[in-house]
């Protein structure tokens, strides 16, 4: 029978099938760790006296809770300090690698797995974090999972789950320049929602989506969880083999050749049928950005504020008066008036040296507004190391923008790199929840190209809107 790229995965790390209403057992063949939902999970280890089952397909990262500045010294704030220390510590009783703080492969977890080459097409890989779904970019099955889950894994190499159902998101045609993937998965969960994802693994298919590198391709899957979704899928294909190729982990040699023969068998086979099917022409969209309080809230940097008044939905009428009282905006505010205070360049989203490049190409030459802040947090150690070599930290510096160390940083302020309340900022991170940002905050999701033109103009606006 014709399957899905998700249901060959899936099949192909059953270790044990499920009966009846039992869930199937998943074999898990990475698992990525971070200080803010491992304690609890090594713990419970600790507690039964068990060891992690595969420490050679763990490996941790300190990304949520590390200072963008100063990171030599001490962390200040004592709850993140000891956050820290106790990954430390655990991964050193219980052998698992640890990129810590200042380490040259140190960064978001979401970064630090691809850029690694531990990342691979068919793969299960599991985290305890939302954001998960990043990896499917590779055409893995990636899914983030909870604090117990957690443990599960580390006890067994394997996961109890589910089936879920799929949907194809094909997006056909040719993205305009200055037209990006978070515009892309910005404007798909405006169109099914960010519960329209529910219980699906999502796949991304079509000309547009082939089109992309694999940074961009990330991005779009590193969002599929703000529709609701279980994971977000794109079958492997010569993009993905030409970034993985030389990489640490990637295999060498016939193992190489091997590989790359398996993976070319994952594509979804002709015929085979998605539970739901959403189609989006690449053509029609245009830089999209987000005016409320969840990543479905969005619309063309054209366009203005919508009138609450005029939503039939009374749940989402309802939403849409609390987000812009949250947002203190006005019905009919065109978007491109809205003036913000911080512009943030980051995280798992678009934290990457493709999305640096993007916005230091935007800024060269020009200044960040006067009375704007702009921070620009690579996404790694790596990214900024390579950064550096181009010289696009230079870029980010003579235009006045801050220039940190890698981190989640303003993704979600678990460090000091947060807003003040009632300010307001165009984020390239992927959550505009109240308070994500710090206490009263305000986001704006946009691209990399958007938040640099932004930083320039000092209100919303892309590349296109300066000189
Ligand atoms: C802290 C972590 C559990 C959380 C997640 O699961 O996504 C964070 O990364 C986020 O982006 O909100
Ligand atoms: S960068 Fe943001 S979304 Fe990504 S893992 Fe960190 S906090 Fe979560």
């Known amino acids: 029978m014709a399957r899905t790229l998700a249901e060959k995965v899936w099949e192909a790390h059953v270790v044990r099938q499920g009966t009846g209403d039992e869930p199937d ?19 419970g280890l600790r507690l039964a006296g068990r060891p992690v089952r595969r420490p050679d397909l763990t490996i941790a990262t300190e990304d949520h809770n590390v200072p963008t500045v100063d990171i ?34 140190q960064g978001i977890v979401h970064v630090v797995g691809p850029q690694l080459g531990l990342t691979q097409p068919g793969m299960t890989v599991v985290c305890g974090d939302s954001h998960t779904s990043t990896h499917g970019a590779f055409g893995a099955l990636a899914f983030g999972i909870g604090t117990s889950e957690v443990e599960h894994v580390m006890a067994t190499q394997t996961l109890p789950l ?8 094909t997006v056909d045609g040719e993205l305009r320049p200055g037209v990006t993937a978070k515009d892309v998965i910005l404007a798909v969960i405006a169109q099914i929602g960010t519960g329209g994802g529910q219980g699906y693994v999502l796949e991304y298919r079509g000309s547009a989506i082939r089109a992309l590198s694999m940074e961009a391709r990330m ?29 640490p982990h990637a295999p060498r040699g016939e193992n190489w050749d091997a590989a790359v023969q398996y993976w070319r068998t994952l594509a979804t086979d002709e015929g085979a049928e998605f539970d739901r099917e959403i189609h989006i022409n690449a053509d029609d969209l245009t830089p999209f950005v987000t005016w409320g309080t969840n990543p479905g809230q969005g619309l063309p940097l054209h366009a203005s504020i919508p009138d609450p008044e005029q939503i039939a ?132 999701l946009v691209s990399p190209l958007v938040a640099a033109a932004t930083a320039v103009r000092g209100t919303l606006a892309s590349p296109a809107d300066l000189d």
Not at 25 to 43: C, G, K, N, R
Not at 84 to 97: P, Y
Not at 411 to 436: H, I, K, V, Y
């Open 313 to 444: 939905d009374e749940g989402e009428r309802l939403a849409a008066e609390k987000a812009l009282s949250y947002m203190d905006l006005a019905p009919g505010t065109p978007l491109r008036q809205i003036s913000v205070d911080t512009v943030f360049l980051g995280s798992c989203t678009n934290g990457r040296i493709e999305d640096l490049r993007a916005a230091a190409e935007v800024l060269k030459g020009r200044k960040v507004a006067g009375g704007v802040r702009m921070l620009v947090v690579p996404g790694s150690m790596r990214v900024r190391a390579q950064a550096e070599a181009e010289g696009l930290h230079e870029v980010f510096l003579d235009a006045g923008a801050e220039w940190r160390q890698a981190g989640c940083s303003m993704c979600l302020g678990m460090n000091p790199d947060q807003l003040t309340p009632g300010e307001r900022s165009a984020s390239t991170s992927n959550r505009n929840f109240e308070g994500r940002q710090g206490k009263g905050g305000r986001t704006h």
């Open 25 to 43: 057992l998943l074999y898990i063949d990475l698992h990525l760790v971070h200080e803010v939902t491992s304690p609890q999970a090594f713990e």
């Open 162 to 169: 589910r089936p879920f159902k799929t949907m194809a998101i």
């Open 72 to 105: 030599d010294k001490p962390i200040a704030d004592l709850v993140s300090r000891t956050q820290v220390d106790t990954l430390r510590r655990n991964c050193a009783e219980f052998g698992v690698r640890l990129h810590p703080m200042g380490d040259a492969e």
């Open 219 to 247: 991005t779009v899957c590193n969002m599929s969880i703000e529709a609701g979704a279980r994971a977000g899928m794109i079958e492997p294909d010569e993009v993905t083999f030409a970034y993985l190729e030389g990489r």
